[in-house]
């Protein structure tokens, strides 16, 4: 029978100094045995999977979010009911907005007597979808001139000199990139549909000659990044020829950006958001960082000394560096930070900009926010060893839920005295002494992010969380399970491309279908470039 670790309520005035550190201990001790049983218990879940038999329930994440959308909700019904009720309008047809391709009158089965009168008609409509090849051949005039030239035609631009057109390439797209289908069903869908087509030929289509939708993507970053008040940030795994690797999603709610490389780090994250520009510049915003990073003090002056210059390239910044004894990795890498700090700035693609991430260490760069479903969850993850501990988590939660609530009514309508309130009602839930002392540090450790948390009094233009990066994210690694890794370098960078494309045209209220049509359908091109949408 299962035993659980129950540790004593002892009185306040008992709790000498040296009781506390063993209550402490003991804490500490008795949680790390439950995530080790927890550890234990996952084990056991993957031995009952691969025995066919069921695994236990699965954690559910924290609702803090949708939670106090409720509550809002709530409080606006109640609101309500005191309001007269509104009359309901009529049902609309589902099918009044059809597109209508053909009519079929249809008599009744049986004779219609003399003396019958026509009432019109009762429409009932049948969605279908027609699916067939169509090849089609084109035959070239060839004429031979009497100054013995030879004429012949030339092949519509719109096919690319090639041999599939531009609505097959656009579906092999849709439903790869979309729909998450495989190279190896696609291939036996097409040929099921009597497509002639090989394994290397739709690997082809789905990576070769995507030199304007690589363009495109880029562009987006920029203009986002220029005309953006915020983004929200996320990363995750992504496998690349065998080895393990990463993505960075940058975005909001206008686009979605997409960049897989080796490794993750705050380098790696500023040489994104510089948007494809490949300088370094030691400009005074530059300076300050490498000064607020600890420095030494010979390597500052060494930098100080060059203020204002510019380095085209990577190349050119490491000779630097090791030209002024700049050596250390720590070094190295904190002048780095700076430097394209300075880049970014001096192109002027993120003043002002407010960056919202999970407390991930290389996203606390420029203006830094904190997501609080992040931060509200390491309490719902918390282990009571008792009913004290247990309640004493209810209670902080429930405090953090309506404060939450609070400050989505402070975004809607700020206020200086709500924002005053909301400063000091922070203070007074995140300083608070439970019975629980992990619970306690815990507070301690949320409290120190307070002037990320509370970002949004200053800047109610921001989101209180990252779920929009999650969501983005989510296509991502269900591709990443569907597909696994990739193989070739162009093939990760249409992964990226087209996933940023379409989130992107998703967010923007345009069909990714019909995107893809437009940019292979050369005469069409009806769908403005997506960057210009998200600059406007």
Known sequence: MKKTLIIPDIPEQDQTATVKVLLALAEQFAQQIQLQTEEIAR??????ILKGEKKRPVFKPSKLDEQTDNQNQAKDSDQDNSKP???KRPKKSKTAQLKIHQDKVIKPDVLIPEGSRFKGYRNFVVQELHIEVRNIRYRFERWDTPDKKTLTGALPSSLNNQHFGPHLISYILYQYHHCQTTQPLLLEQLREW????????INQLLIANKTEFHAEKDAILTNGLSASSYVTVDD????????NGYVT?????????????SKKSRINFLELLRAGEQDYCLSAPALSYMKEQKLPQASLLQVQQHKGQTFSCQTQWLAWLKEHSITKTRHQRIATEGAL???????????????VSDDAGQFNVLIHGLCWVHSERLIHKLLPLNEAHREDIVQV?????AYYADLKDYKDSPDEDKKISLNTRFDTIFTQKTRYETLNQLLKRIYKNKAELLLVLNRPDIPLHTNGSETDIRDFVKKRKVSGGTRSDE????RDTFISLKKTCRKLGVSFWQYLIDRHDIGEQSIPPLQDIVAE
Do not use: M, P, V, Y
């Not at 002639?196 to 030929?201: E, V």
């Not at 939660?397 to 839920?401: L, T």
């Open 43 to 48: 084990l056991k879940d993957e031995i009952n």
């Open 85 to 87: 009720a509104k009359k």
């Open 194 to 201: 009597g497509i002639d087509i090989s394994a290397g030929q």
């Open 236 to 243: 995750s795994g992504a496998r690349h020829q065998g080895k």
């Open 249 to 261: 999603q940058i975005g909001n709610d206008f686009f979605a950006w997409f960049k897989s490389t």
């Open 341 to 355: 700090l300075g880049s970014i700035l001096q192109h002027g693609l993120c003043h002002d900009l407010a960056i």
């Open 397 to 401: 939660r429930a405090q953090i839920w």
């Open 491 to 494: 093939g990760r960078k249409c």
